[in-house]
C-alpha cells in the first residue's frame, strides 16, 4: 500500500473529484486497508446483473408450472371468452339449436 498516493487520491475526491479508475484504486486501498476483499463498480454491477436475471427465470419458470385451483394448471383453454346477464344461463351450441 502506497499511502502517499492514498493522501493524494483522499485529497482529490474531497476537491475536484475522481475518476473511475482513481475512484476504484482508492477504494482497493480502503479495502487493503480495512483487510476486506474489493470488488469494484464493475464486479458489483455484474453480479446484481445475474441476482436479475436468475430472479426472472426464476419467475418465468413459476408462471410455466403454475397450478390452479382444484389442482388443474394454468392452460391458454379459453380463447373466446363470452360473458352472460344476470338471470341468463350457459347452453352449449347444441343445445341452443335444439331449442329453437
Known sequence: MDALRMKQLEKKAAGVGLSD???V???RFYA???GKPYSGVEEERARQAEEARALRLRD???RKRRIWPF???ERKLYTKARSLEIGQTATLPEDAEEAA
Do not use: I
Request: overall charge negative.
Open 21 to 23: 479508475a482513481e475512484a
Open 25 to 27: 484504486e482508492l477504494g
Open 32 to 34: 487493503e486497508v480495512a
Open 60 to 62: 418465468e419458470r413459476r
Open 71 to 73: 389442482g388443474m394448471r
